[in-house]
């Protein structure tokens, strides 16, 4: 019995890691939306990378062929998942890599604490990772007594700041560059106190910080942009150089990925490598990709891990509408077009995964009653669909999930109420008739009740007609 | 040509007056236009919802009602879309392929208004007039689900008379989308706003689109802001004739009281 | 059974029943002329200083880009005319790392330079060195050579040996994550030289 539980698709747990928020979306966005000053950043930052990613994508006359051919690529990694796994870690190991399975968080956390106290250090230094993020391996590091230092500028603003990422690739896009200035006067040990809001100036300030820290810190943990079954290649894209620091310097290099991440060939890369930079960062290029394949004697970390992940992906992997929702390569294009992630910011979706891609992948891989209200978090605009260059339909998931979600009881008796008269001309003319009745007694313009009274609390309803059309038609 | 009128159940209870001009636009255009009684909803609210089930029900009807016609035609792009995109989605998760095959067929023969004249009908100057100053939002089903690109533009740039302005940031969302104006009305409220900062911002007398829906969101804010700014469907100013000119708040799409 | 045996049974199950074999399209664009004017121009875009010289002027080239006296780590196998007299040169032997964060610069060869995209991709090649020699340093010079160009990603992904680790690099270390604002100079070279040979 147990066996047969144990090799099904499972949800990610719940009480590790942060795939779900303590409290509903549109309870955390009324709080997000009364912060002014949130608003202005979100739209100062959206709006810029809006631009600048349009213009480099206008730049690519075959975009669309590029998106086609990531799109098929990324079902045909799914259609075809156990047996790339296995080839990787064949190939890795042939490397001199070494592979390890974690079924869910708490495992993946688990196994990297072992190998970080084989190394005897008491510090990890880590590259920007959404899965690490996930899985809650800084809480699970500090709770062993173990140190993780965040060196991408944005994360370390975010951990110097003791506060949450908002975004998938600028996890900071919250706060402005004075407030960036606070969290380092505050919090930067040794910050020169003369520092300025210039980004070039704080951008120094974070070299300086960490460059001690880079020379003399033995692990690093990192996630995975791509990882080639072929090959035993992995590929990290990044801007900074943190990346290089971390994927170079260490002795040890630990690095986590879903393992949704892995693509069957290394030709495939040069579909990602076109598509990814242009719709994240709005570059040609980022400044640094680094590659690898397991270890290259006298040349960067000597001792290599990479544990694969699964977290509840078994789980998206097994609904045939839901699981295009792991073709995601984590660009975040579909957030800096969402007219929601652009009002509300990150936080307010609870889960590290947030925007259009986190509504429909965070109810997945926990289940969509641990994150029922993330669904509706969208006005089903359709703007995300249009920007994900791997064309992930993100209002069909929505719409998919909507329909798994729980539904409040009341509005359910509302809903089969409306479908059983809207199959019934005659009583579908009489609640016409009756909701003109209805409104001509009630306060005019105004107030619908509740739950309805949220729409009328900001906008007037339309007089009623004196005639419905099909009124007005048989008399015609 | 014969063209079935799929009215939408919102245009028939609340925004009659957009039907209406839908047929006196094209009876000046020389068709015929057919109202099969039958029709309700297109389900569209339930789906979205999460009552993917329940509509099936409707979608059996509304393939049933409007199968015997060639053309159909409907005065919203968020309603084509769901017949479009839903109809036979629903069908197949309901296990009916062969009503999802006839939902595709019914589909195939349904246009949005902007469609229809462009691509159907081959008009863009409609005879019509409306002397006014306006400004288009393009309804998200619209432009992403249809894909109706410039043709309402090109149906408002031929109205003699109509002085047309461009709405900034056009493309975003109203923050309507059906029942999440009202599950995350905080959210919806804020998109509003800018919406109608950008409304106000041309200039314009009237703002127009091609969906009621939309237009009673953002005209629902505009009436409360006393903005001054009505909001009229598309389908209204091209019927607008110098002898039927649409002039107060009765022959418009306005709301408020 | 095993964490590892778990996730594939998982997946396995997840699968059933099968989805249909996919068919990549590969009908973008791969072919492509090699333009060394939008590499410049690509370069130049993302602030890296491009000098096109010929190869007997490299020496002299560099001479301008670094003050009289100025240290350098170079991999083994550069060639030696491309050094200046006015600078000192430690070729690398495994020095640590406090090492070559010391030095003033690094002077490197490319495995590959794409011109769609800016980008110069080294590959740890005798005359490329070490990962470590183009990260600590604060300047950066790539001498590539124009055969060495190609037109675009998919080329140079045909021309790079997946087995040697790669350093994809376009224009110096930047960030983008004060207000999505593009700023030079964090942790790798703040200042990247590409010098480029016919």
Known sequence: ???????????????????????????????????????????????????????????????????????????????????????????VSAAGGVVHWAADAIEANAIVVDLVRATGSDRVIKVKSMVTQEI???EALEGAGIAPVETDLAELIVQLGEDRPSHILVPAIHRNRAEIREIFLRAMPGVDPGLTDEPAVLAAAARRFLRQTFLSTSVAVSGANFAVAETGTLAVVESEGNGRMCLTLPRTLITVMGVEKVVPTWRDLEVFLQLLPRASTGERMNPYTSMWTGITPGDGPQEFHLVLLDNGRSAVLADEVGRQALHCIRCSACLNVCPVYERTGGHAYGSV???????????????????????????????????????????????????QAPHPRAESAVMAAAAYAMDHPALFAAAQRATRLSRLTGRRGRGLPPPLSGWTAGRDLPDPPAQTFRQWWAQR | MRIALFVTCLADTLFPEAAKATVRLLERLGHEVAF??????CGQMHVNTGYQEQAVPLVRRHVRVFDPYDVIVAPSGSCVGSVRHQHAMVARRAGDVRLAARAESVAGRTYELS????????????GAFFPHRVTYHPTCHSLRMLRVGDRPVRLLRAVRGLDLVELPAAEQCCGFGGTFAVKNADTSTAMLADKMRHVMSTGAEVCTAGDASCLMHIGGGLSRMRAGVRTVHLAEILA????????DGRGGLVVGS | MNARETILARLRAALDPAPAPVTVPRDYLRDGQVDLDL?????????????????????????????????????????????????????????????????????TAAAVAIADTGTVVLDGSPDQGRRVLSLLPDLHICVVRAAQVVANVPQALTRLNPHRPLTWISGPSATSDIELNRVEGVHGPRTLHIILLP
């Open chain 2, 240 to 247: 607008s004739t110098e002898q039927d000119v649409v002039t």
């Open chain 2, 36 to 41: 099969p009684p039958g029709q309700t909803c």
């Open chain 1, 353 to 403: 995964y947030p925007g259009p891609i986190g509504a429909v992948l965070s109810p997945q891989l926990t289940g969509v009653v641990d994150n029922a209200s993330l669904p509706y978090a969208s006005s089903l605009c359709g703007a995300c669909y249009d920007a994900c260059p791997v064309k992930i339909d993100i209002p069909e998931l929505l719409v998919h999930l909507r329909d």
């Open chain 1, 1 to 91: 019995m147990r066996r047969t539980f144990l090799g099904m698709p499972t949800t990610a747990p719940a009480g590790v890691g942060q795939l779900r928020g303590a409290e509903s979306f549109p309870a955390a966005a009324r709080r997000a939306l009364g912060d002014a000053q949130l608003r202005r950043n979100l739209g100062h930052a959206t709006a810029t990378i809006r631009a600048k990613s349009g213009a480099v994508i206008g730049e690519v006359p075959d975009w669309e062929r590029l998106r086609a051919a990531g799109s098929a690529i990324k079902a045909d990694v799914l259609a075809r998942l156990p047996e790339l796994l296995e080839q990787l870690e064949q190939r």
């Open chain 2, 115 to 126: 469609e229809l004249l462009v691509d159907v009908l081959g008009v863009t100057d409609v």
């Open chain 1, 136 to 138: 809650g391996l800084n």
């Open chain 3, 39 to 107: 590499l410049v121009d690509r370069l130049t875009d993302y602030r890296a200083h491009v000098h096109q010289v010929a190869e007997p002027a490299v020496a002299d080239t560099i001479a301008g880009i670094l003050p009289v006296g100025a240290r350098v780590v170079v991999p083994p196998g550069l060639p030696p005319a491309w050094l200046p007299a006015t600078v000192t040169v430690r070729a690398d032997d495994g020095h640590d790392n406090s090492e070559i964060t010391a030095v003033d610069g690094v002077i």
